[in-house]
């Protein structure tokens, strides 16, 4: 018999891609993009005049952004590339260990993103708020809002579904990628206590000693 669990459980992700290479690929993704992000705020941190924004609206709303938030903002970019680099790591070297921190964070991301498409639908009036706090100059901004309210609500939903469709294969990937490593140390660990139990068994007098 075969759990419900375990019929999920693949070592093949992105169709052709075993679930180690995944792994390193996606983490070594995360650290790039997370790494061009902390490049960018240091460098707004060290020389504020180089970001300067031209528009009225978008400047007053960057202004409240004082160095504080981007010191936090650096701060969770470099913690998201040391978890990426350890996922990276603990795929490589199968250590599965090491991929559990990026894999709660998957999931927290995940659940973030299910807690706004549930709020979107108790309170769909968000996004007509939304939209009003776009600048005037946003591209199509008055086409979106001469839209119906509920049509706006299902394009959201619609683009949110998919996000979390795409985000729950990726933790599937990163979980068969733990599942894999973790039963691999386990069987190396099961034949190297069978192989030891086997040599004493081996050299173990036929008769005990006088």
Same mark, same amino acid.
């Given at each position: 018999?075969?759990?419900?669990?375990?019929?999920?459980?693949?070592?093949?992700?992105?169709?052709?891609? /075993?679930?180690?290479?995944?792994?390193?690929?996606?983490? @070594?993704?995360?650290?790039? +993009?997370?790494?061009?992000?902390?490049? +960018?705020? @240091?460098?707004?941190?060290?020389?504020?005049?180089? =970001? /300067?924004?031209?528009?009225?609206?978008?400047?007053?709303?960057?202004?409240? #952004?004082?160095?504080?938030?981007?010191?936090?903002?650096?701060?969770?970019?470099?913690? #998201?590339?040391?978890?990426?680099?350890?996922?990276? =790591?603990?795929?490589?070297?199968? /250590?599965?260990?090491? +991929?559990?921190?990026?894999?709660?964070?998957?999931?927290?991301?995940?659940?973030?993103?299910?807690?706004?498409?549930?709020?979107? @639908?108790?309170?769909?009036?968000? $996004?007509?708020?939304?939209?009003?706090?776009?600048?005037?100059?946003?591209?199509?901004?008055?086409?979106? #809002?001469?839209?119906?309210?509920?049509?706006?609500?299902?394009? @959201?939903?619609?683009?949110?579904?998919? $996000?979390?469709?795409?985000?729950? =294969?990726?933790?599937?990937?990163?979980?068969?990628?733990?599942? =894999?490593?973790?039963?691999?140390?386990?069987?190396?660990?099961?034949?190297?206590?069978?192989?030891?139990?086997?040599?004493?068994?081996?050299?173990?007098?036929?008769?005990?000693?006088?």
């Amino acid at each position: 018999m075969i759990s419900p669990w375990d019929r999920w459980h693949s070592t093949r992700c992105c169709l052709c891609c /075993h679930v180690r290479t995944g792994t390193v690929i996606l983490g @070594v993704w995360y650290m790039l +993009i997370n790494a061009v992000v902390l490049l +960018i705020l @240091v460098t707004a941190l060290g020389d504020p005049d180089q =970001y /300067h924004l031209t528009s009225a609206e978008l400047a007053n709303d960057l202004d409240d #952004m004082d160095d504080a938030n981007m010191c936090i903002a650096s701060a969770i970019s470099l913690l #998201m590339i040391l978890i990426s680099g350890m996922a990276t =790591y603990g795929a490589y070297k199968q /250590h599965a260990a090491w +991929i559990i921190p990026f894999f709660c964070y998957q999931v927290f991301d995940c659940a973030l993103n299910t807690l706004v498409a549930v709020s979107i @639908v108790v309170y769909p009036n968000t $996004i007509q708020d939304y939209l009003q706090q776009l600048p005037e100059n946003f591209p199509y901004k008055e086409d979106i #809002m001469a839209m119906s309210n509920v049509c706006l609500v299902f394009i @959201v939903l619609l683009f949110i579904g998919c $996000i979390l469709t795409f985000k729950a =294969y990726l933790i599937a990937c990163v979980w068969n990628c733990y599942r =894999y490593v973790r039963a691999r140390s386990t069987t190396e660990v099961l034949i190297y206590v069978t192989t030891n139990d086997t040599t004493k068994l081996t050299y173990t007098p036929d008769k005990p000693p006088l």
